[in-house]
C-alpha cells in the first residue's frame, strides 16, 4: 500500500513568516493529494488538493507543489497568521483509500 | 446543515468491554470511513464502506467491526476492548470524484479511554 511520509513533525514560525511542509510518497501510481488542517478539538478539514496532471496550485496564502518524478509534494504558506497555527496532514491515493501523512503541528508566534 | 455527526464524544470503557461508535451524515455520500489518531501517527484506516450493504477492512482493521445498513449510517464496533485501542476516533464521507476519493468531510471525533 501507499506510504507518506511527513516532515517536520513541529514547526514554529514568527507571524508573517513562511513556513513549508513536505511530504513524500511511495506509490508511483498515486494521482490526488490533498491537505488537510486540523483545529484544536476538531476534525480535519480540507485546505487545498493536487491532482498529478498539475504542478503547483495556488489559493491565496497557500500553494501546494508536486514533483511525479520524485514523488514528493509540499505545502507553502506565506505572511503565516495566529489562525495558522494547526495541525498539517498531507495525503496521497489513486482510489478512494487516502493514507495520511503523521502531521506537521504548525505553531505562528506573534 | 449538520454534516458528520459522531456519538459518542467521549466514552471510558474497562478492558474487555464493547462499545459502539455511532456516526451520521447528511450529505447523501456514498463512501464512508472510521479513522483513527494516535500521537505521532497521522490517521490510519480502520475500516471503510464504498455503499450501502458493503464494507472493507483498511490499514488496522483487527479488534474492530463495522457495519452499514442505512446510507447515511457507519458504525463502528469494539467487541471486546483493549488498552490498545485507546485513541481519538474520526468518522468521515466522501462522494467519488474522476475515479478518486473527493473531499472527505470528518465528524470532531470520539475520544475513547480503555482502562
Known amino acids: 500500500g501507499e506510504n507518506v511520509e511527513q516532515h517536520p513533525s513541529t514547526l514554529s514560525v514568527q507571524e508573517g513568516d513562511s513556513a513549508v511542509i513536505k511530504c513524500t510518497y511511495s506509490?508511483?501510481?498515486?494521482?490526488?493529494f490533498p491537505w488537510y488542517k486540523q483545529e484544536l478539538g476538531k476534525g480535519p478539514q480540507l485546505i487545498i488538493d493536487i491532482r498529478s496532471n498539475v504542478g503547483e496550485k495556488k489559493d491565496q496564502r497557500i500553494a501546494v507543489t508536486l514533483n511525479k518524478t520524485a514523488k514528493h509534494f509540499s505545502l507553502h504558506i506565506t505572511e503565516t497568521q495566529p489562525e495558522d497555527s494547526a495541525v498539517y496532514f498531507c495525503a496521497a491515493t489513486n482510489d478512494y483509500k487516502l493514507s495520511f501523512g503523521a502531521g506537521t503541528t504548525v505553531t505562528v508566534r506573534a | 446543515n449538520a454534516g458528520v455527526t459522531q456519538t459518542p464524544k467521549f466514552r471510558v470503557l474497562k478492558t474487555g468491554q464493547s462499545m459502539t461508535l455511532l456516526c451520521a451524515q447528511d450529505?447523501?455520500?456514498?463512501?464512508m470511513y472510521w479513522y483513527r489518531q494516535d500521537p505521532g501517527m497521522g490517521l490510519r484506516l480502520i475500516h471503510y464502506?464504498?455503499?450501502?450493504?458493503?464494507?472493507a477492512k483498511g490499514e488496522v482493521p483487527d479488534g474492530y467491526n463495522v457495519s452499514r445498513l442505512k446510507k447515511q449510517n457507519f458504525l463502528l464496533g469494539l467487541e471486546s476492548a483493549a488498552p490498545s485501542q485507546t485513541s481519538v476516533y474520526f468518522c468521515?464521507?466522501?462522494?467519488?470524484?474522476?475515479?478518486?476519493?473527493?473531499?472527505?468531510?470528518f465528524g470532531e471525533g470520539s475520544r475513547l479511554t480503555v482502562l
Open positions: 506509490d508511483s501510481a498515486s494521482n490526488y
Open positions: 450529505m447523501n455520500h456514498e463512501y
Open positions: 464502506s464504498v455503499g450501502e450493504g458493503t464494507t
Open positions: 468521515a464521507s466522501t462522494r467519488p470524484l474522476a475515479g478518486v476519493t473527493g473531499e472527505l468531510f
